[in-house]
Every structure is written in structure tokens, then in C-alpha cells.
């Protein structure tokens, strides 16, 4: 049976929810009363967000809106992350008892929700650690294998800032050897975006952070990681990038020269800059079909890289297989009420209209490269 598989899709458990419901200072969830006297209930989350906030309701929290919601797409099943800012913003011993909680809550949200049959369940997990400053490696290294053993959970969703020094930070030496080694996805997703100084004074709503500072964040974030050497140190680490891996795909030449023609980095990796993308895993969170089959090429050409002297024609339907449906949910909702939301419409749209991609590559996309990716079925 052809499944159609959301790998990029969030949850605020109920007791994350408690904790943002508790706090005075960002991020929070407040409730406002309307002038005609109802309750609205608003998420503050980003940096400099506009003091309002955003509506926040049970889609953000409720299994049953999330499988109303995939009923409603034709989503058979959902890998379901935490969403930002995670436990960014707590003290260490307070991110390591809440991970393992919500770990735990997780997994109850996964387990106890409907099955397809008695071994596909509708829903899994992607994990939390307690990346904070401060955290003993211990503790980092006790939470994978917490994770690892609960049956649902098949990744963790990580910021960009490790332990506090980004993802680059040898630091997390431990973190990668025991991601590599337990087997489970890493989703690298974006939270900060850059400087807001970028965006001018003008008032531009949510745009600019969203459209162009998450996926720089995510550009930035995984290109340190390349740069310190992460993918030759632990080459099995299976990274999959929020947002088709931002600018990276675009800059991915460039970022090869600047490397060869620097005389402190030039003889640091042991590839081309351009070889470490095909070992990367990518969503499909694009929204158009141009972008999907330009990051696919990107993918598929990272084998000229193999060796030195190697050439050959791209196939675009080698990059596809690196490639995983996903909607953003409950993100991006519509600004009026519709049935099917057009984010998630365009982003299949996309996926079927890519030129080049056959009718298997685009399947990949939809759901068998997340099944064979995250091992859905398989206990
Ligand atoms: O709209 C947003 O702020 C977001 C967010 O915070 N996180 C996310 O994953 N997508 C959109």
C-alpha cells in the first residue's frame, strides 16, 4: 500500500503546554479575553515577536486534532516532533528531568493513538535531549538511550545551538557517537533565525524570520557541522535538515571553493564540501516543485564526489531518495477557515510535479523513504 508519511510535523505535549501556560517571560502561552468576553488563548515563542502573539489551540496539543488533521490531508502516518523552542530555555537539571518526561509522554501519545495494523501505529516520535548549557554528557548520552528504547520513538529534534556553542562543539562528540550508534534520525531545526537587525523597521509579520532567517539558521548550523569535521568523524550519523536544508543545496559550489582556497580549512575535511550533502537527508518542505528537483540534483551529484577525478551525469532520481514529505502542521495554518490546508496542499503539489522524478521517486518522497528511513513497521 502507497503511505503518505509527515515527517515534519509538531506537537506541544500537555505538559509542555502547563509550562508555557506558568511563565511570565517569552516563551509563553497567555490568555487574553475578547471584547465580546471569550477566551483567546495566544503563544509567544519567537524573539521580537509582535507582543499579541499568535492564536495557539488544541491543534497544538490534541492527538485527535492532529489525526483530524492527517484524516483530513490523507496522511496515513505522522513522525511527530516536539516544536521549538524546546528545552532551550530551562537550566540543566530542570531540561533533564522535563526530556525525559516528555520523552515518556511521547511515546504514551504515539502508543495510545490508532494503528494502521498490528505493526504499523499512525503515529511516532522524534525524541528530546536536554541540550542545555551545562548538561553533563552523561546525562545527554542517558537520554539516546532512553529514547532508544522506547518502541515509537524513532529520532530526536535538535536546535541549532548544542550545548550552547552550536552544533560544531566537540562537545557533542558523545551525542553523534551515540546517535550513530543507537540508529536513531536527527531533525535539525531552526528556532533563532539570524540577527533581527537583517530585517529592517519596516513591519513585515512573521516573513522574514520565517521565510529566510529559520532556513539560514539551518544553513549556517549544518555547515559548521560540516566544517568541524562531524560527517568524516561519524559517517553513519543520519541528519535530516527542517526546510530542504535551507540555502545549503544553493551555496553548497561556493561553499566548496571558499573551502579549497582557505588556508585554514582547506585541508581539514576529507571530501568536497559538495560530497557531504548526499549523506545528509532532506524534507521536502520546499512548497514548489523547481526547488524539490534542484535540491534533489544537489543530492544526486554529491557521487561525482566520490573520488577525486569522478564525472557523471546527474540522475535526479538518486537525490529524491533522500528526500521525506513533510507539512510544518500546525504551522502555516490558513488565514481563513478551509478544509485542506493550501501548505500542505502545495507541498504535495510540489512533490508531484517535479520534473525528472519518476512515479517511485515521488512515492519515495511521500512515504516509503520515511518507512525505510525510520524503520516504520519494524518493532
Ligand atoms: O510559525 C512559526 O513560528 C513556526 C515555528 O515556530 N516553528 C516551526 O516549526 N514552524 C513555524
Not at 509550562?19 to 497567555?30: E, G, Q, S, Y
Not at 533522500?322 to 500542505?344: C, E, N
Amino acid at each position: 500500500m502507497a503511505l503518505l508519511v509527515d515527517i515534519h510535523t509538531h506537537v506541544y505535549l500537555p505538559r509542555y503546554v502547563s509550562l508555557l501556560r506558568a511563565r511570565h517571560t517569552v516563551p509563553r502561552i497567555f490568555t487574553s479575553v475578547t471584547r465580546d468576553g471569550k477566551q483567546d488563548d495566544r503563544l509567544l515563542i519567537l524573539d521580537h515577536e509582535p507582543s499579541g502573539g499568535r492564536p495557539v489551540g488544541a491543534q497544538y496539543w490534541d492527538r485527535d486534532e492532529k489525526i483530524n488533521f492527517m484524516n483530513r490531508h490523507g496522511i496515513n502516518v505522522s513522525v511527530v516532533s516536539s516544536a521549538n523552542p524546546w528545552l532551550d530555555f530551562l537550566s540543566a537539571p530542570e531540561a533533564k528531568t522535563l526530556a525525559s518526561e516528555l520523552n515518556e509522554d511521547l511515546e504514551q501519545y504515539c502508543s495510545e493513538g490508532p494503528s494502521l495494523s498490528p505493526t504499523l501505529q499512525r503515529l511516532y516520535g522524534f525524541g528530546l535531549l536536554p541540550l542545555v548549557p551545562g548538561i553533563s554528557t552523561s546525562a545527554l548520552v542517558d537520554s539516546i538511550e532512553q529514547i532508544s528504547k522506547l518502541l515509537h520513538l524513532r529520532g530526536i529534534i535538535l536546535g541549532s545551538r548544542g550545548v550552547g556553542k552550536g552544533l560544531d562543539d566537540e562537545a557533542l562528540d558523545p551525542v553523534w557517537a551515540a546517535l550513530e550508534k543507537t540508529g536513531l534520525v536527527a531533525f535539525i531545526h531552526p528556532h533563532y533565525g539570524v540577527d533581527e537587525k537583517a530585517w529592517g523597521e519596516k513591519s513585515n509579520g512573521h516573513v522574514l524570520p520565517l521565510a529566510l532567517g529559520f532556513p539560514f539558521e539551518t544553513t549556517i548550523a549544518t555547515t559548521r557541522l560540516i566544517l568541524a569535521g562531524v560527517l568524516d568523524r561519524f559517517p553513519s550519523l543520519r541528519l535530516l535538515l527542517a526546510h530542504s536544508g535551507g540555502a545549503l543545496p544553493q551555496l553548497s559550489s561556493r561553499l566548496a571553493s571558499c573551502i579549497e582556497h582557505d588556508p585554514v580549512v582547506a585541508s581539514r575535511l576529507q571530501h568536497d564540501a559538495r560530497w557531504y550533502l548526499g549523506k545528509l537527508y532532506f524534507d521536502a518542505v520546499a512548497y514548489g516543485p523547481e526547488e524539490l528537483g534542484f535540491v534533489s540534483d544537489v543530492i544526486s551529484r554529491s557521487a561525482r564526489f566520490e573520488s577525486k577525478d569522478s564525472v557523471g551525469v546527474v540522475d535526479r532520481g538518486i537525490g529524491s531518495k533522500r528526500m521525506l514529505f513533510g507539512t510544518d502542521h500546525p504551522f502555516f495554518p490558513p488565514l481563513q477557515p478551509t478544509d485542506k490546508w493550501k501548505s500542505v496542499v502545495e507541498n504535495l503539489q510540489a512533490i508531484d510535479s517535479v520534473s525528472g522524478w519518476g512515479t517511485e521517486d515521488k512515492q519515495g518522497v511521500r512515504g516509503d523513504n520515511a518507512i525505510s528511513l525510520f524503520q516504520l513497521g519494524q518493532k
